[in-house]
């Protein structure tokens, strides 16, 4: 019964490890894909010469492009309505 309790407790301190790992790892990716996001968004504002306000608007523009049309709902007057 012991051994079976210190096996349950290995396994358990195990997982809990490999959790904490994947973790890691997992913020690590995302910290080094919102830096090299940053860094050829500073790029492109620099070529072409925007400010914030442009870089912004692009930003938009490119998430909404990126939203599946079926999905998309635009705010527009109803046909008829001034």
Known sequence: MFAQ?????????GA?????????ANAQALQLEQATK????AQLKERMSWNNSHL?????MKALNAQPSESMVV????????
Do not use: D, F, T
């Open 5 to 13: 309790a210190q096996i349950a407790l290995i396994r358990a301190q």
């Open 16 to 24: 809990r490890e490999a959790a904490v790992i994947i973790s890691q």
């Open 38 to 41: 940053a860094y050829w968004y």
């Open 56 to 60: 912004l608007q692009y930003v938009k």
């Open 75 to 82: 705010g527009v007057s109803p046909v008829g309505a001034s």
